[in-house]
């Protein structure tokens, strides 16, 4: 008698594919193993010539920033002598006797009314003798590429068109441009006051956007009704933000915060106005403008985030008898700040380097006080450059090369900062 089970069983078993059932297949997966061949290889191009425009851009930039320069003097350092002691052997004492007896007194005293020459350091003094009794001047620049690949070239048009004038190789991008506040001579003119007023401007940014986009996250992930009709429409109209020209924001913050609320913005409020004309157009009002710009790529950021924390952590929380609020404080938050300051790190980069939005809120285009508080007028590194570069003169071009290259190396210390920040939280996470 045949089991009725083995019988079943052996019902169940597949019989093997015939033939024709495993016709085609191989071609089939060497087609797609082709197709995924082809798109790595698009892939690895596609990072090729990121690489490849970027490293265009840098190269570009140096080659502005360095180079080979025709300097002219009025008179030479050789022939610069106090009591037969040459110019760069002086001491601070020398130096002092040696500016007070080439230079006129009213000079003088006004050197001194900035700051008395005795308290001056020797390398400030030698600068100051330098500028004010060699008088160097740059009357040709080359470019680095040149100075570096065609350099015979440069030194025989050196030779027949400036044969006068000294031939040296320049770095513009030095410890006194970025210490130096602005000038309107391109040869003395730094960039310390657009940093300051660039430092201030983030730190304003991130102060008022940073909590305001990480406590809307919370809400409209946590909180809020995801069904909810007036949610969903906030949530596109903050998917819709994201994507709007920068220009805009410059121009909301004309209207609100420079004129409308100009009490407040300009410090007159609290009795800290600067200036004889008190107005709205100061670092606040720059902080805040570039604050509302980066503020819907803040939440959305924050929003994928805290999407990304596991439910599993809220429900063990819930389970052991903890509150909303101390599931997100203790748990939620910590898994997802280091996503959001990812975020964070994206958008404070697209801040700093804006031009447009502080351009129409009314940023100075030349100011050489330093600022002092939120309350005063202010530039900033991308007005600094975008002025220069629109000047005709080459050594412009130099010194706009240089702050842009400042400008690099203040976003890349800052997203630094902001990247160690969050590969801690990680770690402890």
């Not at 690895?44 to 003097?73: D, E, H, K, P, W």
């Not at 040459?86 to 001194?112: H, I, T």
């Not at 007159?268 to 570039?290: V, Y």
């Not at 939120?374 to 530039?379: C, E, G, L, M, V």
Request: hydrophobic share 50%; charged share 15%; no cysteine.
């Amino acid at each position: 008698m045949i089991d009725a089970r083995s019988s079943a069983g052996r019902n169940d078993v597949q019989p093997p594919p015939s033939l024709g059932a495993t016709e085609g297949f191989e071609p089939r997966v060497d087609a797609r193993r082709r197709r995924a061949d082809l798109w790595r290889q698009g892939f690895r191009a596609s990072t090729l010539v990121a690489i490849l425009v970027l490293a265009a851009l840098l190269l570009n930039v140096a080659n502005s920033a360095f180079g080979y320069t025709a300097v002219q003097v009025k008179r030479d350092p050789a022939t610069v002598l106090y009591h037969g002691v040459a110019l760069d052997q002086l001491d601070a004492a020398g130096l002092v006797g040696l500016l007070e007896s080439e230079l006129k007194p009213g000079v003088v005293r006004r050197l001194n009314g900035e700051a008395p020459l005795v308290s001056r350091s020797v390398r400030d003094l030698h600068a100051l003798a330098t500028e004010r009794i060699v008088q160097p001047k740059v009357v040709r620049t080359w470019s680095l590429l040149d100075s570096v690949f065609r350099r015979g070239a440069v030194r025989r048009a050196h030779a027949a068109e400036f044969p006068n004038t000294a031939l040296v190789f320049r770095s513009w991008l030095t410890a006194d441009f970025l210490l130096s506040p602005q000038d309107p001579d391109p040869e003395k003119s730094g960039v310390s006051t657009a940093i300051k007023g660039s430092l201030w401007m983030i730190l304003i940014t991130i102060l008022f956007a940073f909590p305001v986009g990480v406590g809307a996250a919370i809400y409209l992930e946590e909180y809020a009704d995801k069904r909810s009709r007036i949610n969903q429409l906030i949530q596109t109209n903050i998917n819709n933000l994201a994507g709007v020209p920068s220009i805009i924001y410059g121009m909301l913050g004309l209207a609100i915060l420079v004129r409308f609320l100009q009490p407040f913005t300009s410090g007159a409020i609290f009795g800290m106005a600067g200036g004889d004309s008190p107005n709205g157009r100061t670092i606040l009002s720059g902080g805040l403008t570039l604050g509302l710009l980066i503020l819907p790529v803040l939440i959305i950021n924050g929003q994928e985030a805290i999407r990304a924390v596991p439910q599993s952590l809220r429900q063990a929380s819930f389970g052991l008898g903890g509150t909303k609020w101390q599931t997100i404080w203790h748990h939620v938050l910590p898994g997802a700040l280091p996503g959001i300051l990812t975020g964070a790190i994206l958008a404070v980069s697209r801040a700093i380097g804006e031009t447009a939005p502080i351009l129409v809120i009314g940023a100075s285009t030349y100011v050489a006080l330093d600022p002092s508080g939120p309350f005063s007028k202010f530039t900033a590194l991308p007005i600094q450059i975008y002025q220069w570069t629109s000047r005709p003169s080459d050594v412009f071009r130099n010194i706009a090369a240089a702050a842009i290259l400042a400008l690099l190396i203040l976003l890349l210390t800052l997203n630094a900062s902001a990247i160690f920040l969050r590969n801690r939280y990680r770690a402890k996470g």
